[in-house]
């Protein structure tokens, strides 16, 4: 679950510096939000797979990663076949199966795999704090740069909170997320641990005061641009130009 | 209940970061030093708690708790919804980084009506059981809201994708009760216990 799990592997999407990186993979995500061409979709399955295969990250993890996607498209692609109207190409009793159905499965589950697989390497091959600097750069706002760094620090904290207080309630007996019979018991338990972070939430503004936290957070560390950062976002440049000019034409 | 990349149209992708960029500004207007911290760790609870499943028969429904988190941090729950939807975007791919926008203000916009209409009715009433029936009620509403918008943009993003939002709102529909019930229980116990944390008690 954590993000940057394989931040310290040396490769070349590692290395890459952290402003250009994330520039260049939103503008990948965006653009292949987009595609529709059968040869858009084959360029943006080769580079995703490709950025896998750059940025070393273990295949396991990355395949583990996917799995709520899978799970997704196993419900929605027979569905978008089954009921999407048009030409019939499959016909069994009352079943029809429909190309365009079939054909807008297949883009869609193409798009999200790719998009998927982009993110994966994003927030697997960079610190979240770095990620967050290389954004305030392109002018994201601090306060936001700081609300995401400082939930994703107590996401953690709260996943340990609700598993010692659930083992809590069920060795004094209850019967927890066991339909709504139960439900007032599993209710109780999730606003003690709200009550808890609205409590904690002052006390952790107090300490941040005391250390001098003045609205946003600082991190050292400063980017530098090598050649070669400049030479992989310009071979993604000219691919977003490719895939532009196919989806145009 | 997001919207996972790859479905949208283009369009309403930009369209849904545009106007997510607008409730994020607006908020971010009204956001002190000290509010930053509560957003956060405020945030970083209700992320966690929407992890729970409830066993509903044979499924299970996974709480959104968009209602109270509108009640909780009320102008500034579109920042502490943006920022749950990105970390289920790039830690579990729940929705996605290209439909984070659109998620966003689906979530975010109920989350504001429902504490515009809280904050009235808490001005007028002050029993805890009518209350905490009426945040049941408007939390429900919200889900439905929604889902409502989520069937309209599927509806319109094409012709192939009906029938997949049709399933949807059958499949979330359940969510509106649980979630309705689960707010109910909640907010009568912060009622009762910690009054301070509802934006509304903290406004009068």
């Known amino acids: 679950m954590d993000l940057d799990n394989y931040s310290n592997i040396k490769s070349p999407i590692h290395s890459w510096d952290a402003r250009l ?6 503008g990948y995500i965006l653009i292949s939000a987009f595609v529709d061409n059968f040869y858009s979709l084959t360029i943006i399955t080769v580079v995703s797979t490709l950025l896998v295969f750059f940025g070393r990250l273990p295949l396991k993890s990355v395949i583990k990663s996917l799995k709520p996607l899978l799970l997704l498209l196993i419900i929605m692609f027979p569905v978008i076949s089954l009921t999407s109207g048009g030409e019939v190409i499959y016909s069994y009793g009352v079943i029809d199966v429909y190309r365009n159905g079939i054909i807008t499965a297949s883009v869609i589950s193409i798009r999200a795999f790719s998009i998927v697989l982009a993110t994966i390497v994003l927030f697997g091959s960079t610190r979240l704090n770095i990620i967050m600097k290389a954004l305030e750069f392109f ?5 936001i740069s700081a609300i995401f760094l400082f939930t994703y620090r107590y996401i953690f904290l709260y996943i340990e909170n609700l598993n010692k207080l659930l083992t809590a309630a069920k060795l004094r007996g209850y019967r927890l997320l066991h339909g709504i019979k139960h439900i007032k018991n599993t209710v109780s338990i999730l606003v003690t641990l709200l009550i808890r972070s609205y409590e904690q939430s002052e006390r952790v503004f107090y300490a941040m005061r005391l250390r001098g936290f003045s609205g946003s957070l600082r991190s050292i560390g400063s980017f530098s641009i090598e ?5 992989k976002t310009g071979i993604f440049i000219i691919i977003f130009a ?5 989806e145009l034409l | 209940m997001h919207i996972s990349d790859g479905i949208l ?29 509560k957003i956060s760790v405020i945030g970083a609870a209700f992320f966690v708690s929407s992890l729970i499943h409830f066993k509903v028969g044979f499924s299970s429904v996974h709480l959104t708790l968009i209602g109270l988190v509108g009640m909780v941090l009320g102008i500034h729950s579109s920042l502490a919804i943006i920022t749950g939807l990105f970390f289920q975007a790039v830690m579990f791919h729940h929705g996605g980084l290209s439909t984070l926008g659109v998620n966003s203000v689906l979530f975010s916009v109920p989350a504001l009506i429902v504490y515009g209409i809280f904050n009235f009715v808490y001005k007028k009433l002050k029993k805890v059981s009518l209350l905490s029936i009426i945040a ?4 429900g509403m919200a889900i439905v809201l929604s889902l409502i918008c989520v069937m309209v943009i599927l509806y319109f993003s094409g012709e192939e994708l009906r029938g997949f939002a049709y399933l949807f709102s059958i499949s979330n529909g359940i969510l509106a009760l649980v979630e309705g019930i689960v707010t109910a229980i909640a907010i009568m116990q912060i009622l009762k216990i910690k009054p301070q944390m509802l934006q509304s008690y903290r406004h009068n």
Do not use: H, N
Not at chain 1, 21 to 26: A, D, E, I
Not at chain 1, 139 to 143: L, Q
């Open chain 1, 242 to 246: 490719v895939i532009i000019w196919i």
């Open chain 1, 227 to 231: 050649w070669l950062d400049v030479v």
């Open chain 2, 136 to 139: 049941g009620i408007l939390s």
């Open chain 1, 21 to 26: 990186k994330c520039f260049t993979f939103f």
């Open chain 1, 139 to 143: 002018k994201i706002p601090p306060t």
């Open chain 2, 9 to 37: 149209d283009p369009k309403i992708c930009i369209g849904g970061y545009v106007l997510a960029a607008c409730l994020v500004g607006a908020a971010l207007k009204k956001v002190k030093q000290e509010d930053i911290t």
